[in-house]
């Protein structure tokens, strides 16, 4: 059952993905997944604790576990070098949204990315995906009558199997329009195509694209991430204090 965890496929998929095996167990290193150095994870919580002792030694203590976020609570809870960073949402979907966006949003040529970073600089500095960066494939994009970028929304960390969606942003002086929910309609159904799902990660706090999202069909599943706790000089604790 193990392999069939989207979040553990998804992970698998990446370049360099490194993958670590228990029976009951799997973790998956890979670095610069939705921007953060990532170690995946699915099954048993006492196995996993093992495999995260393992793996950190292995491949560095920038890497923090992700998961649902009961599991990520339960290893938490068996790993003392660990404590949970960040609740947030895992939203999906399996069947296309549909609906008409009309011939508004598009795929945009790379020569118009200056434009999305400018979009980004404005109104979403905190995006995990940038024009140019790696796994960020694409960027989909409304212009008004007058040309001007409205909204955005990128095709990154991308597999075969999932779609994901990421720097979804609106101007500020141009939401309330629906520019969000028509683009996302737009990409995401561009992103299904071939494709079992198509996911996107958001932040509670984020009450109006939650909402946006949920109306689209997108369902919510809970996911968590862990970090290594900090010493008083502001160092990392190894997941291992014992020498390999």
């Known amino acids: 059952m193990v392999q069939q965890d989207p979040f553990v496929r998804w992970a698998a998929a990446a370049e360099n993905a490194r993958i670590f095996r228990h029976p009951a167990a799997t973790v998956v290193a890979c670095a610069g ?4 150095d990532r170690l995946v994870m699915s099954g048993d919580p006492d196995a996993l604790a093992a495999l995260v002792r393992e793996a950190i030694p292995e491949v560095g203590t920038t890497f923090r576990p992700f998961g649902p976020e009961d599991l990520v609570a339960a290893v938490v809870a068996r790993v003392p070098e660990l404590e949970l960073s960040a609740r947030f ?3 999906e979907i399996t069947e296309p949204v549909g609906g008409q966006v009309g ?3 598009r795929w945009l040529g790379e020569d118009e990315w200056p434009e999305v970073t400018a979009l980004l600089d404005e109104s979403f500095p905190d995006s995990y995906a940038r024009p140019g960066q790696p796994r960020v ?15 955005v929304a990128a095709d990154a ?9 990421a720097g979804v942003t609106t101007r500020p002086d141009a939401r309330g329009r629906g520019l969000a929910a028509t683009l996302c309609t737009f990409a995401a159904d561009e992103l299904l195509a071939g494709r079992e799902r198509v996911a996107l990660l958001a932040d509670y706090s984020n009450v109006a694209a939650v909402a946006t999202y949920r109306k689209l069909g997108f369902d919510l599943r809970r996911v968590a991430a862990a970090r290594q706790i900090s010493r ?11 020498p390999r």
């Open 33 to 36: 997944l939705a921007h953060w």
């Open 89 to 91: 949402a895992w939203m």
């Open 103 to 105: 011939n508004g949003p």
């Open 137 to 151: 494939h694409r960027w989909a994009g409304v212009r008004d009558s007058a040309g001007r970028l409205l909204a």
């Open 157 to 165: 960390w991308s597999t075969d199997e999932i779609g994901f969606l």
């Open 232 to 242: 008083p000089d502001g160092s990392r604790r190894a997941a291992r204090d014992a």
